[in-house]
């Protein structure tokens, strides 16, 4: 059974820019999670989408959104970048809703690098 | 103070020895504790979890939780090269069907086991 898939797998982009990040769960889950990865900070949560619906934000400005599609794979977007905002963006998909630990499994992530 | 804080390292020790990974938490609302582990360009997969204070043992690893001192440890015996990535903790205070929402997660410790 595939993993998690992440496109791509490394960025690089210029402040202001947006970026558009894709995540593909594995087959027959439909809850996607999105994280921000960094040295300084860990691990910290972006969204959860389950059935297309966003379910839980964190704490994070309006310029990180996201969306679920039909089939289950998610984008998420960031808009007029900042420094700060180079990370590794993992993405985690379970088949039930709530991001119980057990059941959610990671992408390997796609490296941003703002310049 | 951060609410998860955990040693970055990097760890070395040789092959075969003990090794000791440790958090300390400061909010006493934790009662769900996982610990993870990443390799080098892929996301963190779940190696651990326990509720309650004590060892709970898989394998080569052993998870404990003093809750009473908000102190985790994840011990590995007979440690192997290919333990070597970094392990992040992370705790959730365990409300209701959300509980995942809550996440926090530790930096993470690298580790390298040299052969």
């Known amino acids: 059974k595939a993993g998690v898939t992440q496109t791509p797998r490394y960025l690089i982009k210029t402040r202001g820019q947006q970026v558009t990040l894709s995540c593909s769960p594995i087959?027959?889950?439909?809850?996607v999670s999105w994280y921000q990865q960094t040295p300084g900070q860990g691990l910290q949560f972006l969204f959860e989408?389950?059935?297309?619906?966003?379910?839980n934000k964190g704490n994070f400005p309006g310029r990180f959104s996201g969306r679920q599609f039909s089939n289950s794979r998610s984008e998420m977007n960031v808009s007029t970048l900042e420094l700060g905002d180079s990370a590794l963006y993992l993405c985690?998909?379970?088949?039930?809703?709530?991001?119980?630990?057990?059941?959610?499994?990671f992408g390997p992530g796609t490296r941003l690098l703002v310049l | 103070q951060k609410e998860v804080e955990q040693d970055p390292g990097p760890l070395s020790v040789p092959e075969g020895a003990i090794v000791s990974l440790n958090c300390t938490y400061s909010?006493?609302?934790?009662?769900?504790f996982m610990w993870y582990r990443q390799y080098s360009r892929k996301g963190p997969e779940l190696l651990m979890y326990?509720?309650?204070?004590g060892n709970k043992e898989d394998g080569r690893f052993t998870a404990q939780v003093d809750k009473s001192s908000k102190y985790i440890s994840l011990f590995i015996r007979d440690s192997q090269p290919s333990d070597s990535a970094t392990y992040l903790c992370?705790?959730?205070?365990?409300?209701?069907?959300?509980?995942?929402?809550?996440?926090?997660f530790g930096p993470g410790t690298r580790l390298s086991v040299l052969p």
């Open positions: 985690a998909s379970s088949r039930v809703a709530g991001r119980h630990p057990e059941a959610q499994y």
């Open positions: 087959s027959g889950h439909r809850s």
């Open positions: 989408y389950f059935s297309e619906t966003q379910r």
């Open positions: 909010n006493s609302a934790f009662q769900y």
């Open positions: 326990t509720y309650s204070s």
């Open positions: 992370a705790m959730s205070p365990l409300t209701g069907d959300n509980y995942g929402q809550n996440f926090v």
